[in-house]
């Protein structure tokens, strides 16, 4: 062969590598040119992320450092030294981690700051670097509640993957639905686009992190391509995506026995591959039923976007309750900024009713018309994600195509996202 053209072959079987997921298996490929780029991103940008001076980590400070930083306040109590002397242990967080500090009461500080800890969560602190046998802490000296716009993102921990890439992968694959799916679909984005993209998927397990509601709704979408698309039959589709995962979960036994030391509890996939059958044996069900890829697509999108309101987390805004309920009288002024906790109020819906919620309030809210049919389609497939009551399911099990579709995808991107190394 030619030199020249085996390298580009290289190039190009690299450049494809670079595009897949799920173990390589999946290829991530869609239509969008430079100029449809700068388009999305014009009217979707992607979250700011912090800049170097909010990039505050103490690992890399020294002893002895005098540091002034803004940071997000978890915990305080207020303790005594062997000598009977006050003073306040408080934990801060941001982006990078989590930090141990204190404050000696000299001068009366445990009076005059408990009230402002009580108060408020985002603080800017002065202090003093220690070390003490390798573990750092601050001491603070002095401390004042932050004042302006605080970027959630310098405070949370967030996806380290691009989140430009992410957004433009989404809006290209928005852009290939059929009316009125589309329709609905960038209506939900127009109205919600920047806590869209903030959001965390969870509070623990899978993507709990800001941008991770946007991540994980995009891996769905590849699952559901690749089975939908790039694979002539969607049920030799889940039969592939199922014997990637029993290699996988080979890998990681075989893995886990070479250290000698086992916890099968660390195991991703343990107990999935009976699951997923199961799955694909309820599916088999419908075999008479063509699969609607608009129908699929759709409901990705709208699976988990009642996580808007199910969890609360600093730079949370709460325009969506508003948008559901117009007539309700609410006031969150007095809400103070947290990690990612579950909403006082979202906790006692969920994030499932919340999603049919949000799909039949765009529709009602933009006049968009739409079958009775479809309509009960993704709301079927939004109720009966979580595949099994006892995870959360509001309908025993799926009862078309599309919602099996739905279920397994949604259950094979909560899992693999714990095996990815760059999340």
């Known amino acids: 062969m030619n030199p ?7 190039e190009e079987e690299d450049m494809l590598q670079d595009k897949t997921y799920f173990y390589n298996n999946i290829p991530i490929q869609y239509d969008c040119s430079d100029e449809k780029r700068k388009e999305i991103l014009a009217a979707f940008p992607a979250p700011e992320l912090p800049n170097s001076e909010e990039s505050f980590t103490l690992e890399n400070e020294v002893q002895g450092n005098n540091v002034k930083v803004t940071l997000l306040l978890n915990e305080y109590s207020v303790e005594m030294t062997k000598t009977n002397k006050q003073f306040l242990k408080m934990r801060f967080s941001n982006h990078n981690g989590a930090y141990n500090t204190k404050m000696w009461d000299n001068q009366g500080e445990v009076e005059t700051y408990v009230p402002l800890l009580e108060e408020h969560s985002v603080f800017t602190i002065e202090g003093r670097v220690e070390d003490y046998r390798g573990f750092k802490s601050i001491t603070v000296h002095r401390m004042a509640p932050a004042k302006g716009d605080i970027n959630p993102f310098s405070l949370l921990a967030y996806t380290h993957q691009d989140m430009e890439e992410l957004t433009v992968e989404l809006f290209s694959y928005l852009d290939e639905l059929n009316a009125p799916f589309k329709d609905i679909a960038m209506a939900a984005m127009k109205r919600f686009w920047t806590q869209f993209s903030l959001r965390p998927a969870a509070k623990g397990f899978h993507h709990n992190y800001l941008g991770g509601l946007l991540k994980h709704t995009v891996g769905l979408m590849r699952f559901a391509r690749f089975i939908m698309k ?14 990637i995962v029993e290699k996988a979960h080979k890998n990681e036994l075989w893995a886990q026995m070479q250290t000698g030391k086992a916890n099968t509890q660390q195991l991703v996939w343990k107990e999935t591959i009976d699951h997923l059958y199961q799955m694909l044996y309820g599916m088999m069900n419908y075999q008479e039923n063509e699969p609607n890829y608009d129908i699929i697509m759709t409901s990705i999108l709208y699976h988990d976007i009642g996580k808007m309101l199910e969890y609360d987390h600093a730079g949370k805004q709460y325009d969506e309750f508003s948008f559901l309920f117009p007539t309700a009288e609410a006031d969150f002024s007095s809400r103070k900024a947290t990690g990612i ?6 906790v006692m819906i969920g994030h499932i009713p919340y999603g049919v919620l949000f799909f039949t309030k765009i529709i009602e809210a933009e006049g968009i018309a739409i079958t009775m049919e479809d309509l009960h389609a993704v709301c079927h497939c939004i109720l009966s994600h979580h595949g099994l009551p006892e995870w959360g399911s509001c309908i025993r099990s799926p009862q078309t195509v599309e919602g099996y579709i739905v279920h397994i995808v949604d259950y094979l991107d909560s899992r693999y996202e714990n095996t990815e190394q760059i999340k």
């Open 4 to 10: 020249l053209f085996e390298a580009e072959r290289r």
């Open 230 to 243: 790039t694979e002539e039959n969607h049920y030799q589709a889940v039969m592939k995506l199922i014997s």
């Open 341 to 346: 906790i579950m909403d006082q109020l979202g």
